[in-house]
């Protein structure tokens, strides 16, 4: 049927899921966790509660989409529920923030890991230009034919799961002698499970997860939404979080926690210390190719944004335009130069802090939005209701507010910076209206 042949699969949503998650943050992060964090039980929690606070927001996010199955994740949930210049705002920080600055980290880590591979020196150029060379190629991709990208999205995840789990176990079996790392509680681990350093944590690890939520944002091209989403997003992120716990718990078995404090390429040196040099230069290969998935991922959904706002808003019809296969193209091509722009001008750590704040603020906006949909509209037909709800809602909101309260004392540049940002969106969709204005009254 040509109705399937424009529909993604529920697989393929499925490893847009999972490819979304599993990449830059889980390879990166924990060197940063280590600054402030450096017994086991914190460091292994900071992925359960992150993981917990994920899947309380994909069972909410689950009961939205199913609710209202239109493509654009944030943009669509935010336009209905409380205004369109908010959901414009939510659009504007998913195609900027939310897929462009991910895409151009990721790309980062990419050139990193596989330059890391190859060559002894460091050659900032070097990586630059792998970078945008990834990003630009899978952009060209995935603005081509669907079947194709959908093709290539299955089967990087599903390679991407197994290397994982291979490189778990083998780096535990291999390793000459494993650490001394307790990850049962122990005296002192309370206090720091309360502090101002595990909260700004988790805002590392909110960003390794996000991606939770990505299957909302290809809703109108999955054949039955409805059905569909809402395992795909808990099951998704399920799955994810045992990932992620068994990775960090392996790199902190096998490595010093000396040699990987304040480092990117925490992956690079659990396998130095598990099988030597050699193993560390196959495993740069190997982790990088991994990180293709995950910008391929973000290349398919991101877009789909931009092609809601075009639709919505005159200003912006020219990203609303889909070539014959039924694919964003343009839309696709403009976040593509953004994330290449953010390749050729930003450093990793310039963007980690403030995008991870960002995104959790849209994100808590947007789960606080299911307790007003269900105010507001108790008769709206709902496919899927969030299981124990308000309870999913409510641990979301408390986690992601506590998180975004200690950031905002602790970090306060990154914080004001991305309120300036959103304010900038809320000002652009302003001005839209304003000079739009005119036009309307004429043709009216």
Same mark, same amino acid.
């Given at each position: ?50 993981? %917990? ?11 939205? #989409? ?18 369109? =210049? ?36 460091? $050659? ?24 194709? #990208? ?39 681990? =309370? ?51 045992? %990932? ?39 495993? #740069? ?48 091509? %403009? ?25 959790? $603020? ?6 606080? #939005? ?63 209206? $304003? ?10």
């Amino acid at each position: 049927m040509d109705n399937g042949n424009r529909n993604f699969s529920a697989l393929t949503a499925f490893c847009i899921i999972v490819a979304n998650m599993v990449g830059t943050g889980v390879f990166t992060s924990l060197g940063f966790q280590l600054y402030d964090l450096q017994t086991g039980f914190p460091l292994i929690m900071l992925w359960v509660i992150g993981g %917990l606070a994920a899947l309380c927001g994909a069972m909410c996010y689950a009961e939205l #989409g199913a609710a209202l199955p239109r493509s654009g994740g944030e943009y669509n949930f935010l336009s209905h529920i409380y205004h369109p =210049g908010v959901g414009f705002v939510g659009g504007w920080i998913s195609a900027l923030i939310g897929f462009s600055a991910p895409i151009a980290l990721a790309a980062m880590t990419f050139s990193a890991y596989f330059r890391s591979a190859f060559l002894s020196a460091d $050659f900032i150029w070097v990586d630059r230009y792998l970078a945008a060379s990834l990003v630009i190629g899978l952009g060209l991709l995935h603005a081509g034919r669907r079947r194709a #990208g959908g093709q290539l999205q299955i089967a990087f995840t599903l390679l991407k799961i197994g290397v994982i789990l291979g490189f778990c176990f083998a780096a535990i079996f291999s390793s000459p002698a494993l650490q001394p790392i307790q990850f049962f509680p122990a005296p002192g681990d =309370g206090t720091a499970m309360t502090s101002a350093a595990f909260a700004v944590s988790l805002i590392y690890v909110s960003y390794a997860y996000t991606g939770w939520n990505a299957a909302t944002y290809i809703s109108s091209e999955l054949g039955s939404p409805q059905r569909d989403l809402p395992r795909i997003l808990v099951f998704g992120t399920l799955l994810v979080m045992m %990932l992620y716990i068994a990775l960090n718990a392996v790199f902190l078995l096998v490595a010093p926690i000396d040699l990987m404090v304040g480092k990117v390429e925490v992956g690079i040196i659990a396998a130095r210390s598990a099988f030597g040099d050699i193993g560390a230069k196959l495993a #740069g290969f190997v982790l990088a190719t991994l990180l293709i998935s995950t910008i391929s991922a973000m290349t398919i959904a991101g877009p789909r944004v931009l092609q809601m706002i075009g639709e919505d808003i005159p200003s912006f019809k020219m990203l609303a335009r889909t070539n014959i296969d039924g694919v964003p193209s343009r839309a696709i091509y %403009l976040q593509t130069g953004i994330s290449v722009f953010f390749v050729s001008t930003s450093s990793f750590e310039s963007v980690l802090v403030f995008s991870g704040f960002t995104l959790a $603020f849209m994100s808590f906006l947007t789960v606080g #939005g299911l307790f007003i949909l269900r105010w507001r509209e108790p008769d709206l037909e709902r496919p899927y209701r969030a299981s124990f709800y308000p309870i999913p809602g409510l641990i979301y909101l408390s986690l992601t507010g506590w998180t975004l309260g200690f950031v905002l004392q602790e970090k306060p540049v990154e914080a004001l910076l991305s309120i300036a940002f959103i304010m900038t969106g809320a000002a652009v969709y302003m001005a839209i209206k $304003f000079f739009a204005k005119p036009a309307d009254n004429t043709a009216s």
